[in-house]
Antibody, heavy 121, light 107 residues
Framework: EVQLVQSGAEVKKPGESLKISCKGS????????IGWVRQMPGKGLEWMGI????????RYSPSFQGQVTISADKSISTAYLQWSSLKASDTAMYYC??????????????WGQGTLVTVSS | SSELTQDPAVSVALGQTVRITCQGD??????ASWYQQKPGQAPVLVIYGKNNRPSGIPDRFSGSSSGNTASLTITGAQAEDEADYYC??????????FGGGTKLTVL
């Protein structure tokens, strides 16, 4: 069974750093892109960026470029999303999902269960 | 532009047909994918590519596309279909933006 399992909920203070993870299993982790998606409380889905674990090629949404860092460790089939200095506005649920490409299309499946990040003083 | 636009809310009577739309320039070149999200749950893929359903998705869900508009149609809506629905599409710049989402109410 293809699965993405994310790390647990985090509570942090503004200015702190954070790295959350997404571990893939049941498939060749290095052969598929992984995406990260933010969902702020009561709001919609926002695409943040993608990484290809095979060579760590990374693409960022213009909205998130410079705000977060996406990385991967293919030796342990894990992708990461990290912040160097959190803000209260980073409070959100963060999802990872495997990205497929087809003819004239791309789609995210499956999704991780989500990691809730709360930033509060 | 990589923006995708959806109606914020749509309602449908139980057993009737509803169409949820998504508009954007990228849809002239690429197919949309569609996701269902119920409260407190992760999104689930329901339609991808030209009109493909993942295993386990009922055949009452279908997708179509014309010009700059992609549509998700639910034929014979059920109570369990009440959820938020999001479209997504790749664009020529390598971005994968989501639409703002549509809240579907089944009356």
């Amino acid at each position: 069974e293809v699965q993405l399992v994310q790390s647990g909920a985090e509570v942090k203070k503004p200015g702190e750093s954070l790295k959350i993870s997404c571990k893939g299993s049941g498939y060749s982790f290095t052969s598929y892109w992984i995406g990260w998606v933010r969902q702020m409380p009561g709001k919609g889905l926002e695409w943040m960026g993608i990484i290809y674990p095979g060579d760590s090629d990374t693409r960022y949404s213009p909205s998130f470029q410079g705000q977060v860092t996406i990385s991967a460790d293919k030796s342990i089939s894990t992708a990461y999303l990290q912040w160097s200095s959190l803000k209260a506005s980073d409070t959100a649920m963060y999802y990872c999902a495997r990205l497929w490409f087809g003819e004239l299309s791309g789609w995210f499946d499956p999704w991780g269960q989500g990691t809730l990040v709360t930033v509060s003083s | 532009s990589s923006e995708l636009t959806q109606d914020p809310a749509v309602s449908v009577a139980l057993g009737q047909t509803v169409r949820i739309t998504c508009q954007g320039d990228s849809l002239r070149s690429y197919y949309a994918s569609w996701y269902q999200q119920k409260p407190g749950q992760a999104p689930v893929l329901v339609i991808y590519g030209k009109n493909n359903r993942p295993s386990g998705i009922p055949d009452r869900f279908s997708g179509s596309s014309s010009g700059n508009t992609a549509s998700l149609t639910i034929t014979g809506a059920q109570a369990e279909d009440e959820a938020d629905y999001y479209c997504n599409s790749r664009d020529s710049s390598g971005n994968h933006p989501f639409g703002g989402g549509t809240k579907l109410t089944v009356l």
